[in-house]
């Protein structure tokens, strides 16, 4: 009968009415020593103590009620909302209201917390930024005043820091462009072009491609064994082959001597294809695993300086996978190696 914990408006009314009537009543029977009359001035008093104290219960309870949720809603009063508090709000016990309110506290609480972890990010992002713009910027600098001061006059020192100068400006470009990518993917610029295309025909374009960086640290690639069979995917090419000389690209970096960089593709049972690009390197430790795909977030800032690269290359990867729709996720372990994967949607009827 009554709500645990909590009590509404017409049992708070009832109890109320049903006391003061029992009372009065007794107290009539007491003094007239008629019960007929005891019951009817009962009844009487209690409907209308009831019908009193329901109403101004009810509208004082309400209206505050009403307070909360404008408060939560921040908005004016729109008819949809006018209908809820006419309508819907006197049937809430004030259970369903406190846990509404909780609910929201909750809500707040978390936004709370999320815009102070993106505080931390945009300051850590800022920070990384800078570092990486300063470091060619300085560089370049030292070089052309270095030429300046002299040194220009000497063929061979003069070829060394300009070789050096043509790095660090190339290292800039890289750097730019990268940005300029990852703007127009977060702000949706970026259109994407999808076609049917086989997966491991541009995995081995990729491999030729990067087979002079893979020999120089004797880093064999290859297609997994049972994943020779061509699959056919529908997704934009040039973007997939972004994303893949990304990782194999980081494979590389990363790797050890006389490793081994495996690429697979499986089809899966919802018409979609598993990709994964595996590595026996150094790997990844647990707790940079959920922050690997952040603009310019390093795991080993010495050794990825040293490695090149923007520190986008990562972000790039998760920004172009989530724009087909689909995810980006990664497993390692230190000394044994990773393993990064996605899926794409497989070849398209109506494409083809």
């Given at each position: 009968?009554?709500?645990?914990?909590?009590?509404?408006?017409?049992?708070?009314?009832?109890?109320?009415?049903?006391?003061?009537?029992?009372?009065?009543?007794?107290?009539?029977?007491?003094?007239?020593?008629?019960?007929?009359?005891?019951?009817?001035?009962?009844?009487?008093?209690?409907?209308?103590?009831?019908?009193?104290?329901?109403?101004?219960?009810?509208?004082?309870?309400?209206?505050?009620?009403?307070?909360?949720?404008?408060?939560?809603?921040?908005?004016?009063?729109?008819?949809?909302?006018?209908?809820?508090?006419?309508?819907?709000?006197?049937?809430?016990?004030?259970?369903?209201?406190?846990?509404?309110?909780?609910?929201?506290?909750?809500?707040?609480?978390?936004?709370?917390?999320?815009?102070?972890?993106?505080?931390?990010?945009?300051?850590?992002?800022?920070?990384?930024?800078?570092?990486?713009?300063?470091?060619?910027?300085?560089?370049?600098?030292?070089?052309?005043?270095?030429?300046?001061?002299?040194?220009?006059?000497?063929?061979?020192?003069?070829?060394?820091?300009?070789?050096?100068?043509?790095?660090?400006?190339?290292?800039?470009?890289?750097?730019?462009?990268?940005?300029?990518?990852?703007?127009?993917?977060?702000?949706?610029?970026?259109?994407?072009?999808?076609?049917?295309?086989?997966?491991?025909?541009?995995?081995?374009?990729?491999?030729?491609?990067?087979?002079?960086?893979?020999?120089?640290?004797?880093?064999?690639?290859?297609?997994?064994?049972?994943?020779?069979?061509?699959?056919?995917?529908?997704?934009?090419?040039?973007?997939?082959?972004?994303?893949?000389?990304?990782?194999?690209?980081?494979?590389?970096?990363?790797?050890?001597?006389?490793?081994?960089?495996?690429?697979?593709?499986?089809?899966?049972?919802?018409?979609?294809?598993?990709?994964?690009?595996?590595?026996?390197?150094?790997?990844?430790?647990?707790?940079?695993?959920?922050?690997?795909?952040?603009?310019?977030?390093?795991?080993?800032?010495?050794?990825?300086?040293?490695?090149?690269?923007?520190?986008?290359?990562?972000?790039?990867?998760?920004?172009?996978?989530?724009?087909?729709?689909?995810?980006?996720?990664?497993?390692?372990?230190?000394?044994?190696?990773?393993?990064?994967?996605f899926t794409l949607d497989s070849k398209s009827r109506t494409a083809a």
């Amino acid at each position: 009968m009554f709500n645990k914990g909590y009590l509404t408006p017409v049992q708070i009314a009832a109890i109320n009415a049903f006391a003061i009537s029992l009372l009065v009543g007794l107290a009539n029977f007491f003094f007239v020593h008629n019960w007929w009359i005891a019951l009817l001035t009962f009844l009487i008093l209690f409907l209308i103590s009831y019908l009193l104290i329901r109403y101004f219960t009810e509208r004082f309870i309400y209206r505050h009620i009403k307070l909360i949720y404008k408060f939560i809603a921040q908005t004016k009063a729109t008819k949809r909302e006018e209908f809820f508090n006419k309508s819907v709000l006197p049937e809430k016990s004030l259970q369903e209201v406190s846990a509404e309110v909780e609910e929201w506290a909750e809500q707040k609480k978390q936004e709370v917390e999320q815009l102070q972890q993106n505080e931390q990010y945009r300051k850590e992002f800022l920070q990384n930024l800078s570092h990486e713009l300063k470091t060619p910027i300085f560089a370049v600098q030292g070089y052309v005043d270095t030429l300046l001061s002299g040194a220009m006059n000497k063929e061979e020192v003069a070829r060394k820091f300009l070789l050096n100068t043509s790095r660090n400006i190339e290292r800039l470009v890289n750097l730019v462009g990268d940005l300029d990518e990852i703007s127009k993917l977060e702000s949706g610029q970026l259109q994407l072009q999808k076609q049917n295309f086989i997966i491991q025909e541009l995995v081995e374009d990729i491999f030729e491609s990067l087979s002079i960086k893979a020999t120089e640290k004797n880093i064999k690639t290859s297609i997994k064994k049972g994943c020779e069979l061509p699959i056919a995917v529908y997704a934009d090419k040039e973007k997939i082959r972004m994303v893949l000389i990304n990782l194999v690209d980081n494979a590389i970096k990363y790797g050890k001597q006389n490793g081994h960089i495996i690429f697979s593709a499986y089809k899966t049972t919802n018409d979609l294809v598993l990709i994964e690009i595996s590595d026996d390197g150094y790997g990844i430790a647990e707790e940079h695993l959920n922050r690997i795909f952040e603009r310019f977030y390093r795991t080993d800032l010495a050794r990825s300086r040293k490695e090149g690269g923007s520190g986008l290359g990562l972000a790039i990867c998760k920004h172009i996978i989530e724009a087909h729709g689909k995810s980006i996720h990664v497993r390692s372990t230190i000394d044994v190696g990773s393993t990064f994967g996605f899926t794409l949607d497989s070849k398209s009827r109506t494409a083809a």
